[in-house]
């Protein structure tokens, strides 16, 4: 009856209400011309018959979850299932223990229905914390690759290609020492040694000279890229600037694999090689079991995947490099390379110097939008290279093999040729490299001839290369010794021409001087003649 009276009153209080409505809008009307008389009695109309439909879903909604909580209780929870055998008695224990709860719910509801109520007031809480987590930390805008305009200098090639270059350091003709970098993987010719300071070649005269690797930056892709046409682009491109004497390599991670073809394809023309954790074959035959076993342990699991990808599938590594460096977006390092990193290299990467170099690095890197290039140096890094560490040990070996050479030994002696690299290689190794494991500088130290490793106790993958005036000065004199600046410049020719004793101008007749090669062959020919005399 109570229920009655309440729906009775309700529909009253509405229908007064509407009423004065209409007497407002009937009165309004005899001013207005009648034209709001039949928008407010419609508006009304159409809000009693929403209010009405959403009071009877509501009560449809009600009635059929009871009907399938019984439909459920008939069909399924029954005594015999082996459900309810095994869940029905922890059930009963659980709401015996929230009994206590009693007192807080009506008295036709059972004690299990509590649940419900913690239910929805952890949701909310977790509401509250997750939204006061985000007005905290609020979430970093996603920042998109940005393209700059070219700016690289470029030589061209003979097969036609344009090999991008960019240089540091001192001129050319002053130059002490000259130093050519391959750059490593999602990298650019921008990389060289990152935040070294200007004045630091200056100081020990060094001329560096940076380059994009085939399809990377500004550099033309290669049709057919390897190992020896790695170091073929290198030879040439020391001759096209201007680097006529030996010069020293240097590489960084996976660059260093570039500067291993450089030492055995080119080795007369390098004085030696600097490199920072260095990689080398994870599928490298010299290397023991436990190398092996020591380098793969020290990898996450999807750097495994991509390097067992590019080894066996290389077809599906485009796939996973359009999602993520090639997406247009930039990301967080680790995950762009799927590295784990130690505290020290996260603490370098959270600095914004090394984030805005990074960020530039990468986005001079991905300028071609291609993944062949990337593809191609990760086949690269774990394919069969043609030659091992090992090789570069200087050995006498014969020119060939064969009867043909067989025959021509019993006749006469065969030319024995010198092979192998007899430069300085200096390996900078991190203790807390998790990128390239320390396991890396055993291997490196037992195979290649006279390899100096340094081990680094407190340095990660990064840390030692990056941002570090001292780690750079360190290198420079280990490698250099003391720094004695550039080269003195020539001085020039004194062009005046040649005066008398009275003032006047004497004209050189070129037919009259004898050049140093006229006076050389006439004093051999003159000892000839007493000679035969």
Same mark, same amino acid.
């Given at each position: 009856?109570?229920?009655?009276?309440?729906?009775?009153?309700?529909?009253?209080?509405?229908?007064?209400?509407?009423?004065?409505?209409?007497?407002?809008?009937?009165?309004?009307?005899?001013? /207005?011309?009648?034209?709001?008389?039949?928008?407010?009695?419609?508006?009304? %109309?159409?809000?009693?018959?929403?209010?009405?439909?959403?009071?009877?879903?509501?009560?449809?909604?009600?009635?059929?979850?009871?009907?399938?909580?019984?439909?459920?209780?008939?069909?399924?929870?029954?005594?015999?299932?082996?459900?309810?055998?095994?869940?029905?008695?922890?059930?009963?224990?659980?709401?015996?223990?929230?009994?206590?709860?009693?007192?807080?719910?009506?008295?036709?509801?059972?004690? +299990? #229905?509590?649940?419900?109520?913690?239910?929805?007031?952890?949701?909310?809480?977790?509401?509250?914390?997750?939204?006061?987590?985000?007005?905290?930390? !609020?979430?970093?805008?996603?920042?998109?690759?940005?393209?700059?305009?070219?700016?690289?200098?470029?030589?061209?090639?003979?097969?036609?290609? #344009?090999?991008?270059?960019?240089?540091?350091?001192?001129?050319?003709?002053?130059?002490?020492? &000259?130093?050519?970098?391959?750059?490593?993987?999602?990298?650019?010719?921008?990389?060289?040694?990152?935040?070294?300071?200007?004045?630091?070649?200056?100081?020990?005269?060094?001329?560096?000279?940076?380059?994009?690797?085939?399809?990377?930056?500004?550099?033309?892709?290669? !049709?057919?890229?390897?190992?020896?046409?790695?170091?073929?682009?290198?030879?040439?491109?020391?001759?096209?600037?201007?680097?006529?004497?030996?010069?020293?390599?240097?590489?960084?991670?996976?660059?260093?694999?570039?500067?291993?073809?450089?030492?055995?394809?080119?080795?007369?023309?390098?004085?030696?090689?600097?490199?920072?954790?260095?990689?080398?074959?994870?599928?490298?035959?010299?290397?023991?079991?436990?190398?092996?076993?020591?380098?793969?342990?020290?990898?996450?699991?999807?750097?495994?995947?991509?390097?067992?990808?590019?080894?066996?599938?290389?077809?599906?590594?485009?796939?996973?490099?359009?999602? &993520?460096?090639?997406?247009?977006?930039?990301?967080?390092?680790?995950?762009?390379?799927?590295?784990?990193?130690?505290?020290?290299?996260?603490?370098?990467?959270?600095?914004?110097?090394?984030?805005?170099?990074?960020?530039?690095?990468?986005?001079?890197?991905?300028?071609?939008?291609?993944?062949?290039?990337?593809?191609?140096?990760?086949?690269?890094?774990?394919?069969?290279?043609?030659?091992?560490? +090992?090789?570069?040990?200087?050995?006498?070996?014969?020119? /060939?093999?064969?009867?043909?050479?067989?025959?021509?030994?019993?006749?006469?002696?065969?030319?024995?040729?010198?092979?192998?690299?007899?430069?300085?290689?200096?390996?900078?190794?991190?203790?807390?490299?998790?990128?390239?494991?320390?396991?890396?500088?055993?291997?490196?130290?037992?195979?290649?001839?006279?390899?100096?490793?340094?081990?680094?106790?407190? %340095? /990660?993958?990064?840390?030692?290369?990056?941002?570090?005036?001292?780690? #750079?000065?360190?290198?420079?004199?280990?490698?250099?010794?003391?720094?004695?600046?550039?080269?003195?410049?020539?001085?020039?020719?004194?062009?005046?021409?040649?005066?008398?004793?009275? /003032?006047?101008?004497?004209?050189?007749?070129?037919?009259?001087?004898?050049?140093?090669?006229?006076?050389?062959?006439?004093?051999?020919? &003159?000892?000839?003649?007493?000679?035969?005399?």
């Amino acid at each position: 009856m109570s229920e009655v009276h309440e729906s009775s009153s309700w529909r009253e209080s509405v229908a007064s209400v509407v009423g004065d409505n209409l007497m407002y809008s009937t009165v309004g009307g005899s001013y /207005g011309g009648g034209i709001g008389v039949a928008t407010t009695a419609a508006a009304a %109309e159409n809000w009693k018959y929403a209010v009405e439909f959403a009071k009877g879903f509501a009560e449809m909604s009600v009635e059929f979850g009871k009907g399938v909580r019984d439909v459920l209780k008939q069909s399924m929870i029954k005594e015999d299932l082996i459900l309810v055998r095994k869940v029905g008695v922890p059930c009963y224990k659980v709401c015996r223990r929230l009994s206590f709860l009693n007192e807080y719910l009506p008295e036709d509801r059972d004690p +299990a #229905h509590a649940w419900s109520v913690i239910l929805f007031v952890l949701f909310i809480a977790f509401e509250v914390l997750i939204a006061s987590n985000d007005n905290i930390y !609020p979430t970093p805008l996603v920042k998109k690759v940005y393209m700059h305009h070219p700016s690289a200098s470029r030589i061209l090639l003979p097969d036609g290609r #344009h090999l991008a270059y960019h240089q540091q350091g001192v001129p050319a003709e002053l130059a002490r020492f &000259s130093m050519i970098a391959p750059h490593s993987f999602l990298s650019s010719r921008l990389a060289g040694i990152p935040g070294i300071k200007t004045s630091l070649p200056e100081e020990y005269g060094i001329r560096l000279v940076t380059y994009d690797l085939p399809g990377f930056g500004e550099s033309d892709p290669h !049709p057919s890229r390897n190992l020896e046409s790695s170091a073929m682009d290198m030879l040439l491109l020391s001759y096209a600037v201007n680097v006529t004497d030996k010069f020293w390599v240097v590489a960084y991670s996976g660059g260093s694999m570039h500067a291993w073809a450089a030492l055995r394809y080119i080795p007369d023309r390098i004085a030696g090689a600097v490199m920072v954790a260095p990689m080398v074959n994870p599928y490298e035959p010299k290397m023991t079991k436990e190398e092996k076993s020591k380098m793969w342990k020290k990898w996450t699991t999807k750097k495994k995947a991509m390097y067992i990808l590019g080894r066996k599938f290389p077809r599906l590594l485009p796939y996973f490099y359009r999602r &993520s460096f090639l997406s247009g977006v930039h990301g967080q390092i680790q995950t762009r390379l799927a590295l784990s990193l130690g505290i020290r290299d996260k603490a370098l990467l959270e600095h914004p110097s090394f984030e805005e170099f990074w960020h530039r690095d990468l986005e001079e890197s991905v300028r071609q939008k291609n993944a062949k290039p990337f593809v191609e140096e990760a086949v690269l890094q774990v394919s069969n290279w043609g030659f091992s560490p +090992a090789d570069l040990k200087v050995q006498r070996k014969r020119p /060939g093999k064969g009867i043909l050479h067989w025959i021509k030994s019993l006749y006469g002696q065969t030319e024995e040729i010198l092979t192998g690299f007899l430069g300085q290689i200096h390996v900078w190794q991190g203790m807390e490299d998790m990128v390239v494991p320390p396991s890396t500088s055993d291997f490196l130290q037992r195979v290649p001839p006279d390899a100096m490793v340094h081990r680094l106790l407190y %340095e /990660g993958h990064f840390t030692y290369f990056y941002f570090c005036d001292e780690c #750079h000065r360190n290198i420079f004199s280990t490698v250099f010794g003391n720094p004695q600046g550039p080269l003195a410049p020539e001085p020039e020719a004194d062009q005046s021409p040649i005066q008398n004793d009275d /003032g006047e101008t004497q004209d050189t007749i070129l037919g009259d001087v004898a050049t140093d090669e006229e006076n050389v062959s006439s004093l051999v020919n &003159s000892d000839k003649e007493d000679y035969i005399d």
